[in-house]
């Protein structure tokens, strides 16, 4: 098995001639020109060459990027976990995107393709509401052997039972999230949101660590923390919930009182490891090969910083109306809150031009306020451009998204995250 890392997600696989590609993002900025890969990829979607098989975990754009896509070999099946609605194939039929055939697999159920070698989606953790309404990841079998490819899900401890019956080579993991949690939220100071993310950081690392304690992986790697912060907002990097050296998650471990059974695997944008002989690396090792805070550095002022983001060159008419779209988008979200019996003492207060507050509660009957005063507890505030907001509310562009990549600020009192309100959130769009 020979493991190539394309970039961020992006992985190429290649056992007995069969090659598949994972969560295809490579070389463009995604989220609105908010992210952008670091390290760089060393190669363009049109150079992978021939693909049999293209995984693609979950909907969100560093997973499943569109320009990306359209130049990756069109004789390559869609793996896809079965799941309903099926955000994935959706918008790969909403693009026209066609390839030899999407395939969707069953949860837990592997698929042959070829001798002694199949793929098998598992779950996103239950506990987690987001990931696993709309994620997965995935089981790589070949020989006797496994690879686990997690992209943003680390394995919960409810699915060890499962898992414990497979030899893993392999684990690719994430050493940190994503949100735009401390550094978009202005109810916190500068130090307590360095405070908030190094303890958010090290939260993750202390997952990552259990995850390796569980799964006891020959080898393992990272994934999904290969970008940064891009446009005017890349100096909020610092003050993002990853880390601003890719050697941290090895420094966390090798600080640890208890040995690691698995040993890191040193791999990079355009490195190709042969699992069959390689026998892995130090932690010390690690820490220097992944040392790469200076590049970042320069990469993020030099290139990142520079990027555009997509509302910047649009021109917002005189004629729109505000009050309308906020009425037709709370329609939408009350028939959600509804459905699902949402009842939390919290609001959402909307700041949009004229200096005017929309707030909706979330509580029956979900009452709204198009001119409203902010209260002082219990509230979610939510700011951002105009123009943003435009496409927040006409559904070109996804609440879920935009709190990763800066464009909104919230002000959020307490200061306590509830996934079924940021999951309504992203009903509120006409």
């Given at each position: ?144 052997k496994t690879i686990y490819f997690g992209n943003d899900n680390p394995p919960y401890p409810g699915i060890d039972e499962y898992l414990c019956r497979y030899n893993f080579e392999l684990a690719i993991l994430p050493p940190v999230g994503g949100s735009g949690y401390p550094a978009f939220y202005s109810n916190l100071s ?241």
């Amino acid at each position: 098995m020979k493991v190539t890392l394309i970039a961020d997600s992006c992985f190429l696989f290649e056992h007995d001639g069969i090659r598949i590609l994972t969560d295809p993002w490579i070389g463009k900025t995604v989220a609105g020109g908010s992210w952008i890969q670091f390290p760089p990829p060393t190669i363009s979607a049109s150079e992978i060459g021939r693909l049999d098989y293209i995984f693609i975990s979950h909907i969100h754009e560093d997973h499943c990027q569109l320009s990306t896509i359209k130049e990756l070999d069109r004789n390559a099946s869609i793996v896809l976990l079965d799941r309903h609605p099926n955000f994935v194939a959706n918008f790969l039929n909403y693009h026209q995107l066609e390839f030899k055939s999407i395939i969707t697999v069953k949860l837990r159920e592997k698929y042959c393709i070829g001798s002694n070698f199949y793929l098998e989606p598992v779950e996103a953790d239950p506990n987690h509401s987001l990931n696993n309404l709309i994620d997965s990841s995935l089981l790589l079998h070949y020989s006797d052997k496994t690879i686990y490819f997690g992209n943003d899900n680390p394995p919960y401890p409810g699915i060890d039972e499962y898992l414990c019956r497979y030899n893993f080579e392999l684990a690719i993991l994430p050493p940190v999230g994503g949100s735009g949690y401390p550094a978009f939220y202005s109810n916190l100071s500068k130090d307590e949101k360095l405070v908030a993310s190094n303890t958010i950081i090290s939260m993750y690392h202390a997952e990552l660590a259990d995850c390796l304690n569980r799964l006891r992986p020959k080898l393992f790697a990272c994934a999904a923390n290969g970008h940064v912060l891009s446009g005017k907002n890349a100096w909020m990097n610092q003050l993002m919930s990853w880390p601003s050296n890719a050697n941290s998650p090895f420094l966390y471990l090798s600080k640890l009182d208890t040995k690691l059974y698995s040993k890191p695997m040193l791999i990079n944008p355009g490195i190709t490891i042969n699992l069959d002989d390689y026998s892995g690396a130090t932690l010390t090792e690690a820490i220097t090969f992944y040392d790469n805070k200076s590049a970042r550095d320069q990469f993020i002022s030099e290139i990142a910083s520079k990027e555009p983001y997509f509302y910047e060159s649009f021109q917002l008419q005189p004629s729109v109306s505000f009050e309308k779209l906020l009425t037709l988008s709370y329609e939408r979200l009350c028939k959600h809150l509804k459905a699902n019996q949402i009842n939390l003492p919290w609001s959402f207060n909307i700041a949009y031009p004229q200096d005017k507050v929309c707030s909706i509660s979330l509580q029956p009957p979900y009452p709204i306020s198009l001119d409203s005063v902010i209260s002082n507890d219990n509230r979610l505030v939510i700011s951002c451009d105009p123009r943003v907001l435009y496409f927040l509310l006409t559904g070109g562009f996804s609440w879920n998204i935009a709190d990763a990549t800066g464009f909104i600020t919230y002000n959020r009192l307490p200061d306590q995250y509830i996934y079924d309100m940021y999951i309504a959130l992203n009903h509120l769009r006409i």
